[in-house]
């Protein structure tokens, strides 16, 4: 029993030990909240900054009317009215894309190196710098097919912008769905085309909202990709056709307020401002916190 | 019998054309992007060679563009957001993984994701409107002219990607297997050994990967680190790490092309070429660390 069970005899060493290792864990615990508070710390103060200088200035008056004195005086209106053109837009790009693209990665190409290098290539594509995509929407809609700005390059490029999030979203949940349905389905014998009206694409609208809400969430803040393919500052109220029509937008008009902010009478629109997009911005990632919460927990019991 | 076998006549699969064309359009729009920005970058580099990124000389008045002092800024900017982000994010991961219980953990996550979804151009605000006024006055002993300086834009790069990293590293931690916790705490660990013996030399891949995303990504951020960092052309010091260049303005690759010298740029096809070319660089470091993310991920995800 004893050769099979052995403990160490006590040493002298063992008070010294047990102090550092209670000294070790002390530590750890201490960086570990430390850490941790201090990053609540600086949610708080950004968060908390943004709503107490913000939610002041913001009333019916500042959604509803149009803004005076290049953004010194009056509302928000046409800015907001850009923005919800901009959203519907890049919501009518990034959704058909998104479905095609997640039907290829988990029905279409073939299993193993083609699937896998698609979703590379989707996880490269969201790493990719946003104001890259406003150049590359500059040099194709005003270099190559001459238009000016317009809301429709705009919902373009920011509809790429979002479509590998939406993607990949779509392509995890219909990577969960039990492979005994589809054999059922199989089974039945429905066509592939039939499996994938029924079964696929209901099975994973869950993951198209919490995709498309995340993406819109980036895409409603972003100012580069559209800073020059999209939006003016001032001058424009609705747009009335495609080629030459742009339009107002609520991150562009925080943008160019903060470049000149030693005007004072700005500083108050600006912090309304603000805080109207960051509360329509966390507004839409925390409408699909529930599904998430749902994922993880799924995963945390694996 | 047979006219029923006949009846079933052939139908395409609609789903699969529909599939496929998407599939072809999106490599088709990535190729011709690239080919296009190849394409249109090539009189630069004719007409500078490797001085296009080597040389500290952007002039575009003279026809001399030479993006080192770009470059470094980008790579300076970068890595100084993850210096100060990364001891926070990774505190605050131990912290949320191993010590809280799992409904405050998940009060906690969802506070910080929500810091993560406000758009850049806020924190450029919050930037312009205090951070600048603060750094200008700590580090006027330092030399500094105004607040705008490559350390404000690190700052404020720091806080921005704080967020993405301290839930992409707690991510990292929280997959290490709960049955490694257990087992490590039946052998008699301290839950300070723990975290530094089994969680962290576990989960150190996905922390790594975790940080090369959140570095990609503060590189190319653009308008808050436009608004902050000061736009001054040509700002490379003698010695790599110098202590005088952090309290000075400098240019990133992005605060460049942000910038209005793109509408002047149009015109003359070599200060065309030479942003093109700046596009190209910034795609390939961006690139470089999201691939080896990546790479680390799969790694990771493979072996265990």
């Known amino acids: 029993m004893r050769g099979c069970f052995a403990v160490p005899e006590p040493t002298v060493d063992n008070k010294l030990m047990r102090r550092r290792r209670t000294f070790i864990d002390l530590a750890t615990h201490t960086i570990a909240v430390v850490g941790g508070l201090l990053c609540l710390g600086i949610v708080t103060a950004v968060l908390g900054w943004i709503i107490l200088r913000g939610a002041p200035h913001v009333d019916l008056h500042f959604f509803w009317e149009a803004s005076r004195e290049s953004g010194l005086a009056g509302g928000i209106r046409y800015q907001i009215a850009g923005t919800i053109i901009l959203m519907l837009t890049t919501l009518a790009v990034a959704v058909p894309l998104s479905i095609g693209l997640a039907l290829a990665a988990t029905v279409y190409l073939p299993r193993g190196a083609a699937r896998s290098a698609l979703q590379g290539f989707l996880q490269l594509l969201n790493a990719m710098p946003s104001i890259l995509f406003g150049i590359v929407g500059y040099l194709f809609f005003f270099h190559y097919l001459g238009w000016g700005k317009s809301w429709l390059a705009g919902g373009l490029v920011l509809g790429w912008m979002i479509l590998p999030t939406v993607t990949i979203s779509l392509i995890k949940s219909m990577e969960a769905i039990p492979l005994k349905q589809i054999h059922a389905a199989a089974g039945l014998g429905m066509r592939r085309g039939q499996i994938i009206r029924s079964i696929y694409l209901p099975q994973s609208v869950r993951g198209l909202f919490t995709g498309s809400f995340l993406g819109l969430a980036r895409a409603a803040g972003e100012t580069a990709p559209i800073l020059f393919v999209a939006t003016v500052f001032a001058g424009v109220s609705l747009p009335e056709g495609i080629r030459d029509s742009p339009v107002l937008a609520l991150p562009y008009h925080i943008f160019v307020l903060a470049q000149d902010s030693l005007q004072a009478g700005a500083i108050e629109n600006l912090w309304a401002t603000a805080f109207v997009l960051v509360a329509l911005v966390i507004g839409l990632s925390l409408t699909v916190l529930p599904f998430r919460l749902h994922n993880s927990n799924r995963r945390d019991h694996a | 019998m047979d006219s029923l076998l006949l009846k079933k006549r052939y139908r395409p699969d609609l789903w699969a054309v529909f599939s496929w064309a998407v599939l072809g359009l999106v490599l088709g729009v990535l190729v011709y992007t690239l080919a296009t920005l190849v394409v249109q970058s090539l009189p630069a580099w004719r007409e500078m060679g490797a001085g296009l990124l080597l040389k500290n000389d952007w002039f575009f008045r003279h026809g001399r563009f030479g993006a080192a002092g770009m470059v470094y800024g980008t790579i ?174 400098a240019q990133t690759l992005t605060s460049k092309l942000g910038g209005s010298e793109l509408y002047i740029a149009l015109g003359d096809p070599v200060h065309w070429g030479a942003m093109m070319a700046l596009c190209l660089i910034l795609l390939g470091i961006t690139g470089l660390c999201a691939g080896a993310s990546l790479f680390l991920n799969r790694l990771w995800t493979t072996n265990s």
């Open chain 2, 76 to 249: 300076v900017v970068g890595l100084l957001a993850l210096a100060l982000a990364l001891p926070l994010a990774l505190g605050a991961a131990i912290w949320m993984a191993e010590y809280l219980a799992p409904r405050s953990r998940w009060g906690v996550k969802v506070l910080i994701e929500s810091l993560a979804a406000v758009p850049s151009v806020v924190y450029g605000l919050l930037g312009v409107l205090i951070l600048r006024r603060w750094m200008g006055e700590w580090l006027a002993p330092f030399g500094a002219w105004s607040g705008d300086t490559l350390l404000t834009g690190g700052v404020l790069l720091a806080i921005m990607i704080l967020p993405t990293l301290t839930t992409l590293t707690e991510d990292a931690l929280q997959n290490v297997s709960q049955r490694q916790r257990a087992a490590a705490r039946g052998l008699g660990l301290t839950r300070g050994e723990v975290v530094w013996s089994v969680i962290l030399r576990q989960a150190m891949p996905g922390v790594l990967a975790a940080s090369l995303l959140g570095l990609g990504r503060a590189l190319g951020e653009t308008i808050a680190v436009y608004l902050v960092i000061g736009r001054m052309d040509n700002q490379l010091p003698e010695r790599l790490f110098s202590g005088t260049a952090l309290v000075q303005p």
